[in-house]
Every structure is written in structure tokens, then in C-alpha cells.
């Protein structure tokens, strides 16, 4: 009896599981349908911005994984996106800073 029980268990949450990422699926298609990104965005093509993102994510988190654990990847790869993400905002403000006093 006990096992007829787990199996249900096991059956809905599978169904639950897959119904989730079906609407998670269809959700990011309708969105990315009706809400059009524009082409750039604080003087930076937004593409660039996907593109420089993802590949310093893949530059810090494959080496890290292959040398270390999947921890060590965590951390290491979040220390240098946070890291990096803070200096091109000093960065950014600066050069704000810069165009403001020379108008």
C-alpha cells in the first residue's frame, strides 16, 4: 500500500515538474515576442552587453570548474562578476561625471 502511495507521490510531482517548465517555456516565448529589447541602451549595444556577459561568465566558471569543485566555482565565479560589475559602474559614473563638467 505504501508503495502505491510513493508512486502517486512520484507520478503527480513529475507532471508538476514538467507542467512548470512548459508554462516557464511558453512564458519566455511570449515575452520575448512581445517585448522588444532596443538596439542600445545607455550608448552600449545591448547585444554586446549579452554577449561580453556571457562570455566573462564561461572565461571565469569553465577554468574554475575543471581546476576546482563545483563550490569553488560558485564563489570564484561570483566574486569576479560582482567584482567586475562594480568597477564598470565606478567606471560608468566617472565618465558621467566627466561629461557633465565638461558641458
Known amino acids: 500500500m505504501d508503495s502505491i502511495i510513493a508512486n502517486i507521490i512520484i507520478a503527480v510531482a513529475l507532471l508538476t515538474l514538467l507542467a512548470t517548465a512548459t508554462i516557464t517555456v511558453l512564458s519566455l516565448v511570449h515575452s520575448l515576442r512581445v517585448n522588444k529589447r532596443p ?55 566617472i565618465n558621467t561625471l566627466k561629461r557633465a563638467r565638461n558641458k
Open 39 to 93: 538596439k542600445v541602451e545607455n550608448g552600449v549595444p545591448t547585444r554586446s552587453i549579452t554577449l561580453y556577459t556571457l562570455g566573462l561568465l564561461l572565461a571565469v566558471a569553465l577554468p574554475t570548474l575543471l581546476i576546482g569543485s563545483m563550490t569553488d566555482m560558485c564563489i570564484i565565479t561570483s566574486i569576479v562578476l560582482l567584482t567586475v560589475a562594480s568597477v564598470l559602474v565606478i567606471r560608468g559614473r
